[in-house]
Each structure stands twice: as structure tokens, then as C-alpha cells.
T-cell receptor, first 114, second 113 residues
Framework: DVKVTQSSRYLVKRTGEKVFLECVQDMDHENMFWYRQDPGLGLRLIYFSYDVKMKEKGDIPEGYSVSREKKERFSLILESASTNQTSMYLC?????????????FGPGTRLLVL | AQSVTQLGSHVSVSEGALVLLRCNYSSSVPPYLFWYVQYPNQGLQLLLKYTSAATLVKGINGFEAEFKKSETSFHLTKPSAHMSDAAEYFCALGGAAGNKLTFGGGTRVLVKP
């Protein structure tokens, strides 16, 4: 079974703190993604990576950065957390090939910024 | 530009009744279409996907969806709802570069006994 794990299920941080969310996949997938999920808005893509050290902006990259130093690990960084970044964050991975590839999701990290 | 619209953010059905969740898409390239389900406090898992092989796609847990190009739709159905179907369902559109997906806003299904 494909497994995507996220470092925390719940996080509470203060405004201005630097926040790291980590994601690890065990299927040797080339692609990895970070989404945020908000009620009524579905999932919105923050960043994705198609190879080690490669990254591309998604639809809402402002206020976020990412790091991919190893193929299996993709980190999302909030440089200075703000209350409007309170959300559910989901990581996913897939094979690179074509657009028909299934994305496999982690369980999510619910982040509260006070 | 790619977009996905799910009609109805909440749907309530009786146990044993038909489940119908609507999804319409807009895409400038041949689409790949997905339905994912999210159970409470979990990530998303794939229900089914359309990849141009067949317009009627069968998925897990008795769900199926039909791709209709003329209507730009990919509606999800299940003939008889079960209590375990209570979850949030997301329609997603692929086909863009980098295997990116565009998600609809989601439909939360409540199943009444």
C-alpha cells in the first residue's frame, strides 16, 4: 500500500512563528504536492515538486515556501505564520508520467495560528 | 484555464436512496477526471477516475460515474446509500502539466437512517 505520512495531525502556533510541515512518501514517487483545504473552497494547490530540489508554485504560494532535499520528503514552510493560514494542510504524491496518475494523500495537518 | 464546479455543498439522502453528486468541468485539454472521498479526520482516497478508456467508470464501494463530453459533466452516483457513505466528496480535473489537479469545492453527504 502507498503510504503518505505527515509529521503532525494537529498544530497550534502563534502569529509570527516559523512553521514546518513535513511529508514523507514510501512509493518512490517523483511528484509531491502541498494543498490547503478550506470549507467550500475544496483543495487549493500551494506548491508542487516533480523532482528533488525542483519546485513550482501552485495557485496560492504567497506566504509559503517548500523544500525537497530527498525524493521521499517534501516540506512546507510558513516563514511567519499568520491567522489567515489557519487551515487543513494536505500532502500528496504521485508518479510523474501523465495527468491520469492518481494522487495519494496523507491524513492532513490541522494548523491553528493564534 | 481549468475549473471544476460541484453543485451543492451539502446533500442529504436517506439510507437506501440514490446518491447523485454533480460535477461539471471546464478544460482546454482532454480531461482526466477523478472523484475522491474524505472520511472524517482522514485524507482523501480515490473512488474512481476517468482516463478516456470508457465513459462509464466503476469505482469502489458501489460508486460509478459517467463522463459526458457534450455536457462537460462527470456526475457520481450510487444506487443505494449506506450509512458508511457519509463523507465529503471531491471532484477533480487533471490533464494539466505536472500532473496537477484542480479540485471542486466539495459536497458533504449526510445519510439519514
Amino acid at each position: 500500500d502507498v503510504k503518505v505520512t505527515q509529521s503532525s495531525r494537529y498544530l497550534v502556533k502563534r502569529t509570527g512563528e516559523k512553521v514546518f510541515l513535513e511529508c514523507v512518501q514510501d512509493m518512490d514517487h517523483e511528484n509531491m504536492f502541498w494543498y490547503r483545504q478550506d470549507p467550500g473552497l475544496g483543495l487549493r494547490l500551494i506548491y508542487f515538486s516533480y523532482d528533488v530540489k525542483m519546485k513550482e508554485k501552485g495557485d496560492i504560494p504567497e506566504g509559503y515556501s517548500v523544500s525537497r532535499e530527498k525524493k521521499e520528503r517534501f516540506s512546507l514552510i510558513l516563514e511567519s505564520a499568520s491567522t489567515n493560514q489557519t487551515s487543513m494542510y494536505l500532502c500528496a504524491s504521485s508518479r510523474r508520467t501523465t495527468g491520469e496518475e492518481t494522487q495519494y494523500f496523507g491524513p492532513g495537518t490541522r494548523l491553528l495560528v493564534l | 484555464a481549468q475549473s471544476v464546479t460541484q453543485l451543492g455543498s451539502h446533500v442529504s439522502v436517506s439510507e437506501g436512496a440514490l446518491v447523485l453528486l454533480r460535477c461539471n468541468y471546464s478544460s482546454s485539454v482532454p480531461p482526466y477526471l477523478f472523484w475522491y472521498v474524505q472520511y472524517p479526520n482522514q485524507g482523501l482516497q480515490l473512488l474512481l477516475k476517468y482516463t478516456s478508456a470508457a465513459t462509464l467508470v466503476k469505482g469502489i464501494n458501489g460508486f460509478e460515474a459517467e463522463f459526458k463530453k457534450s455536457e462537460t459533466s462527470f456526475h457520481l452516483t450510487k444506487p443505494s446509500a449506506h450509512m458508511s457513505d457519509a463523507a465529503e466528496y471531491f471532484c477533480a480535473l487533471g490533464g494539466a502539466a505536472g500532473n496537477k489537479l484542480t479540485f471542486g469545492g466539495g459536497t458533504r453527504v449526510l445519510v439519514k437512517p
